[in-house]
């Protein structure tokens, strides 16, 4: 019997020299042509029915120091959001064990601190360590850190670290006022070199222009190597908060996004992150389309809401979608 070799696919090569305008050039092409090469590149490396799915919980929530426009958990704006102290370990490994009963590959656990302090970190690796312990992923995103703290997270045996540069450059003293993109910046080279994945992306739909996502999109896929996950968030308005009453974005610039970092990260999961509650399932299906290949799956985000379970696992057999594929690609 002959066994028919494998087809050769040679995959685009990584590139981390993107200029502006070969970005804004992405995002100008026809829509179908756009798609086409998004689908295309996605291909090489990827599964394309295959979904990455990662479960959030907010283990601190609320009361945070910081003046992010879009966050409903910042002290310093009016919603109607109930803080929480840091949540006791075992309540995170029963919601973890719940995840993990739905399907969930991956746990993210987020804090609203502006930075841990080093005892938090403590209980934050034991909450690592049960969970892994689950045979699940890990994802924390708990602020800035300090060389310190990164070192005790990596020994704890934390898989991801979720830090955002949310936007531009440029817009970004429009939406944050509390600490720098250079900080951002800072955390997220402190992980790199500590050997963890980086889970990096941002919010569009904040009043940004077209050339803040391109120069955004031109910001990660330029960081020295790629962010083994990107998040796409769609802003999820909160009454209350200074971004609530923002024009809405065109879905179908969402979606044109979503393509755009396909074609610039193509190794790394597009994660369709939050604000889906908003978004039809066929517009979800062209972000699928799109190169995205990760959500988050669970009824809430953090704060706010997210698609019920038993409706993404329809939207899942609607699209022929299957879970899995935890990590990267490379
Ligand atoms: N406090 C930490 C920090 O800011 O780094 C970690 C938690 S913070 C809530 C994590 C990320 O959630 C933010 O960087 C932002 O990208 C995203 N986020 C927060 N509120 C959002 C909203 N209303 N809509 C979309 N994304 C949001
Ligand atoms: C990310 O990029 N999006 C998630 C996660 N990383 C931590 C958070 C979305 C939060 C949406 C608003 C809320 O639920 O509070
Ligand atoms: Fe605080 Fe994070 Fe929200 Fe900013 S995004 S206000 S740092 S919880």
Redesign the pocket.
Known sequence: MSTQPEPITIKTPLRHDWQLDEVQALFALPFNDLIFKAQSVHRETFDPNEIQISTLLSIKTGS?????G??P??ARFDTDLKPEALLPVEEVLQAARRAKAQGASRFCMGA???SPKDRDVERVVEMVQGVKDLGMETCVTL?MLTDEQTQRLKEGGLDYYNHNLDTSEDYYSEV?STRTYQDRLDTLERVREAGINVCCGGIVGMGESDSDRAKLLQQLANLPKHPESVPVNMLVQVQGTPLMGTEKLDPLVFVRTVAVARIMMPQSRVRLSAGRTYMSDEMQALCFLAGANSIFYGDKLLTTDNPMSNEDMRLFERLGLRSGGSSYAA
């Open positions: 945070c120091s910081e003046d992010c879009y966050c958990q910042s609203a601190w502006r602020g944050i």
